[in-house]
């Protein structure tokens, strides 16, 4: 079976982590400063706060920007459950806003209806690695004080126009899981050119200290460990060639699927470049079963991002949300997401794209 993620961990990952490992600083310490200093550069902020996951990154994030009780964060409820949770925890309100079903990003025409008095941040997802219209959401931001928390967890490296993802809001949020374009194990970190929401954000990741035993805020332990940030400094050097192979596969299999009868290649959009974490075609409603059924059969590993949107799960029915963003239902429906990921070699390419001929064939 082709996996549809395959983290490559190699030799000088494991070299770092047995030097930390070696050093005595297994907690945060000196390593996880320099993956911050080297993650920030990366991106083009001036700070990274590094935590112990995506999910905590945007926990902090919106605690940081003093989101709260009877707030609301606007964003999208076709991605991972962690972006609306992350809401929850802090008990402010999300609010879900359909998606463009080209880019399957949040729709910015449909933002400002949205907006109440409660409103206090905005959090586009990049969903697969495609950046989302951050122009048009930080107009609509500015215009309406508002502060625009990135939801990156899947677009490291990812560029809208002339900036990287994780530099177009207030703050952005990385996440680290092995199958994100590059990986500390568990991990995630906080971006930002605003000294004070770094400020924030430090304190709230350690206990809410601000020195040593002083205790300011109600904080957390969201730290990340030197393990995990060797692991990221030896990743981020490949960050770059990664997603060149992404990016070179995802054209490969445009180009050959394109023409192949019922389903539907990514779009891309003339603004960004799109670093596919995912590459997810589109198939015709009713129909998904029987592509991914005969997929796996013939050894092309597939998933489902994502099979239900967010205010669909049983927790967000239990909290009583009724929405229906009929393009994220319509998305969810539709989807499959391909192995796109660095290790594919020309067979595994040339056998996604044959195997997706002969299921046209077969069925259609
Ligand atoms: C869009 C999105 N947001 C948030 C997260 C949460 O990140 P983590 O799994 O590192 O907590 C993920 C990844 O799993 C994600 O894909």
Redesign the pocket.
């Known amino acids: 079976m082709i996996p549809i993620a395959n983290p490559i961990i190699e030799d000088e990952e494991i070299q770092e982590v047995v030097e930390v490992l070696k050093s005595g600083f297994i907690a945060q310490g000196p390593k996880v400063a320099e993956f911050e200093e080297k993650f920030a550069e990366y991106v083009g902020t001036k700070y990274a706060v590094a935590t ?7 926990h902090i994030a919106l605690l940081a920007a003093g989101v709260g009780e009877g707030d609301e964060v606007i964003t999208t409820p076709f ?5 609306g949770n ?1 809401a929850l925890y802090v008990n402010a309100k999300p609010v879900f806003v359909d998606i463009d079903p080209d880019t399957y990003n949040l729709d910015p025409s449909l933002i400002e209806a949205a907006i109440t008095p409660k409103t206090r941040a905005i959090m586009p ?3 697969y690695g495609q950046a989302a219209d951050m122009g048009s959401i930080m107009e609509i931001a500015r215009k309406h004080d508002l502060t625009v928390i990135e ?4 677009a490291h490296g990812a560029m809208y126009k002339d900036k990287k993802a994780g530099s177009l809001g207030d703050m952005a ?5 092995p ?2 374009n590059m990986t500390t194990s ?3 970190i906080i971006t930002t050119n605003n000294k004070e929401f770094a400020d924030n954000c430090r304190i709230i990741r350690a206990h809410g200290e601000k020195e040593r035993y002083k205790h300011v805020v109600l904080g957390y332990n969201f730290r990340m460990t030197d393990i995990a940030a060797a692991i990221g400094i030896a990743q981020l050097k490949k960050l770059d060639k990664f997603n060149k192979k992404r990016i070179e596969n995802a054209e490969y299999l445009t180009e050959h699927i394109k023409e192949i009868e019922g389903i539907k290649p990514p779009y891309v959009s003339p603004d960004v470049q799109h670093v596919f ?1 995912q590459y997810t075609i589109r198939v015709e409603n009713g129909s998904r079963d029987q592509w991914i059924a005969f997929l796996n059969e013939n050894g092309v590993g597939t998933g489902i ?1 994502y099979p239900i949107p967010i205010y669909k799960q049983e927790l967000y029915q239990s909290l009583g949300y009724s929405d229906e963003c009929v393009e994220s239902e319509k998305a969810a429906n539709e989807v499959i997401s391909l192995p796109v990921h660095p290790r594919l070699n020309v067979d595994d390419l040339e056998k996604i794209v044959q195997t997706l001929e002969d299921a046209s064939r077969n069925f259609l």
């Open positions: 112990s996951s995506g999910t905590t990154a945007l991605s991972f459950a962690a972006t992350a997802v990049h969903l939801d990156a967890a899947q949020c990385f996440s680290f899981y199958t994100k568990e991990g995630g974490h991002h």
